[in-house]
C-alpha cells in the first residue's frame, strides 16, 4: 500500500515503527527518554515525519558537518586548496580519540584531512583544519555558529570543531536536517566524502562510522556521533528511484537502535509516495 507523505496514515505508520523502536532500545539511565527524530524530503523540504524534532540537544560529532561545510565553503572560495598540508598543533593532537594520532608539528593532506573527519570522526584532524581556517578553534566555532545561522539554523550554537562534552554545544534534529539539505545543495561534492565506506592511514583500515552504508539501500551519507550526554546520533541521507529523504535521530540509546531507528524511518519515508 502506497502512504501519502503527510497523510494521517503516514504520521501513524511512523509513530508506530517510532514506538516500537524506543521499546527496542537498550536504556542508558542519564539519557532523556525522547528521542529526536525526523525525516524530509530533500526535493521540497518538505517535513514528512517529526517527533521531539525541535528538543535542544547535544549534537556530538555530528558538530563535524559544519567543520567540512566551512572547509568546502572555504574551497570554493579559493581560500583553501586540495594542494594545502594541515599541521598538527598541540592542542590538536591533544584531542581524545577517535584520532588519527598524528604528533605535533607532522602534516596531512587537505584529501586526507576530510577523510579523516568524515569517515572516522577524527578529532584530531578536525581542530587541525579548525585551526587552519580560523587560526584557533575558539574563533572558528564562532564562525560555526555564525553559519548556521545563515542556514536558519535558528536553535543551533557551538564552542568546539569536534563535538565533544561542551555546554556551549547544542542542536535539534530540524536544524541538523537543514545542515544535511545545505550540504546536498551548496556542496554536492563534498558531501560525497561521506560516502566514503573506509580509509587506509598508517596501515590500519578505518571503516566509516555511517553502519547503513552498504546495508540500507539507496544510503550515501551523511554522518554519525556519540558522546554520553548526546547519545547516539544519526544524520543519513538516501536515495531511490530519484527521489532523496533525509532522515535525523538525536539521542538514542544504543547504536544499533540509531541505525535501526532511521532504517525504519527512511522505509516509511519512501513508502509515502
Same mark, same amino acid.
Given at each position: ?92 593532537? $591533544? ?6 594520532? *598524528? ?5 596531512? &593532506?587537505? !584529501? #586526507?584531512?576530510? +577523510? =579523516?573527519?568524515?569517515?572516522? $570522526? ?6 587541525? *583544519? ?5 587560526? &584557533?578553534? !575558539? #574563533?572558528?566555532? +564562532? =564562525? ?130
Amino acid at each position: 500500500m502506497t502512504i501519502a507523505k503527510g497523510s494521517f496514515a503516514f504520521r501513524c505508520v511512523a509513530a508506530m515503527l517510532a514506538g516500537a523502536l524506543a521499546g527496542s532500545a537498550v536504556a542508558r539511565p542519564d539519557a532523556p527518554r525522547a528521542v529526536s527524530s525526523l525525516v524530509i524530503d530533500a526535493d521540497d523540504g518538505e517535513t514528512l515525519y517529526a517527533s521531539d524534532a525541535d528538543i535542544v540537544r547535544a549534537p556530538a560529532s555530528l558538530t563535524k558537518m559544519m567543520t567540512l561545510f566551512l572547509a568546502f565553503d572555504a574551497i570554493e572560495a579559493g581560500t583553501l586548496r586540495m594542494s594545502d598540508r594541515i599541521t598538527m598543533s598541540r592542542h590538536a593532537a $591533544s584531542q581524545q580519540p577517535s584520532k588519527l594520532g *598524528l604528533l605535533p608539528g607532522r602534516s596531512l &593532506s587537505l !584529501r #586526507a584531512a576530510i +577523510e =579523516a573527519v568524515a569517515v572516522e $570522526s577524527a578529532n584530531d584532524v578536525a581542530v587541525a *583544519l579548525a585551526e587552519r581556517l580560523g587560526g &584557533s578553534e !575558539r #574563533a572558528f566555532a +564562532e =564562525a560555526m555558529t555564525a553559519r548556521a545561522r545563515s542556514l536558519g539554523m535558528r536553535h543551533t550554537k557551538f564552542s568546539n570543531a569536534t563535538g565533544l562534552t561542551s555546554r556551549g554545544n547544542r542542536t535539534t534534529a530540524h536544524d541538523i536536517a537543514l545542515l544535511s539539505l545545505a550540504m546536498l545543495r551548496e556542496h554536492p561534492r563534498g558531501y560525497d566524502y561521506f560516502a566514503t565506506r573506509s580509509i587506509h592511514w598508517a596501515n590500519r583500515t578505518i571503516a566509516n562510522h555511517n553502519h547503513l552504508l552498504g546495508r540500507v539501500p539507496g544510503v550515501d551519507g551523511i554522518k554519525t556521533g556519540y558522546t554520553v550526554d548526546a547519545g547516539y546520533n544519526l544524520a543519513a541521507s538516501a536515495k531511490r528511484h530519484g527521489k532523496r529523504l533525509i532522515a535525523v535521530v538525536l539521542g538514542e540509546r544504543s547504536a544499533a537502535a540509531r541505525d535501526l531507528r532511521v532504517s525504519h524511518l527512511l522505509e516509511v519515508g519512501f513508502a509515502g509516495g
